[in-house]
């Protein structure tokens, strides 16, 4: 799965030259949080957010420094906060340079560039245009769809056991536990030990994830090293 598989194509933008009523007044009314800036030619410039807009003049929220940091800043910089502060059209007040992902971006590319970025929304582009826009909530209907659908159960108690084992067996912590599984009507009794406390709940959601369970009850102690016993978690 890729970008344009989830992205919103049909999305709200706005011009490097309107203005900043009119690009609040848009976000009030499509309860948005962010625009994408883009020009005539359909290029996208840059991004408009809530948060390039909570440092303003009209609601004396603007960044109050000592003289001695603002020599210490210069004076380019003192001026593009007065711009960003002040300044009445999109352009002015836009991030450049917004990160964007193709069409073609996997999912899991897109997740690294949001959180390299910290932002929650990326832009899509296809040779050089603005063509979509993938959001936070977008990842959310794809999981919630993942999550709706109904993996075929395995045949029986033997064979979730073995879908168990194996899928502990595919983790890296699995081969450094003690753990043995036994399977009836649907519910995994888990027994043995751990030498990290933390395994005993990768161990639970690894069994839980398997079709056909019905529950995980486990019995699992944790083995410290440093006391020479095994302590009940």
């Known amino acids: 799965m890729n970008a344009a598989d989830i992205m919103t194509r ?15 007044r848009l976000m009030l009314d499509q309860r948005i949080s962010g625009l994408p800036v883009i020009d005539s030619a359909g290029r996208l410039v840059g991004m408009l957010t809530e948060g390039d807009l909570l440092r303003r ?9 000592s003289r001695w940091l603002e020599f210490l800043r210069g004076p380019g910089q003192e001026a593009d906060d007065y711009v960003h502060t002040h300044g009445r059209k999109v352009h002015e007040l836009m991030t450049s340079g917004a990160a964007s992902v193709g069409e073609n971006t996997s ?15 990326v832009p899509v582009e296809s040779q050089g245009r603005f063509v979509g826009l993938i959001s936070r909530s977008d990842l959310l209907r794809v999981l919630a769809t993942k999550l709706a659908e109904n993996a075929p159960a395995p045949a029986g108690d033997d064979a979730i056991r073995e879908q168990v084992i ?13 753990v043995s599984v036994v399977v009836t009507d649907g519910v995994v009794y888990l ?12 161990i639970r959601v690894a069994a839980e994830n398997v079709p ?13 090293g440093s006391m020479g016993m095994a302590v009940g978690l």
């Open 166 to 178: 194996a899928a502990l067996n595919e983790q890296k912590y699995g081969g450094q536990a003690r």
């Open 57 to 65: 003049v009209e609601i004396g929220t603007e960044r109050r420094r």
């Open 191 to 202: 027994k043995g030990f751990v030498y990290d406390p933390r395994e005993r709940d990768a």
């Open 212 to 224: 056909g369970v019905r529950e995980v009850r486990d019995q699992i102690e944790y083995f410290d």
């Open 107 to 121: 999912l899991a590319d897109v997740v690294a560039t949001m959180e390299s970025k910290r932002v929650r929304r």
């Open 10 to 24: 049909s999305v709200i933008t706005i011009s490097p030259e309107a203005t900043l009523a009119d690009a609040v």
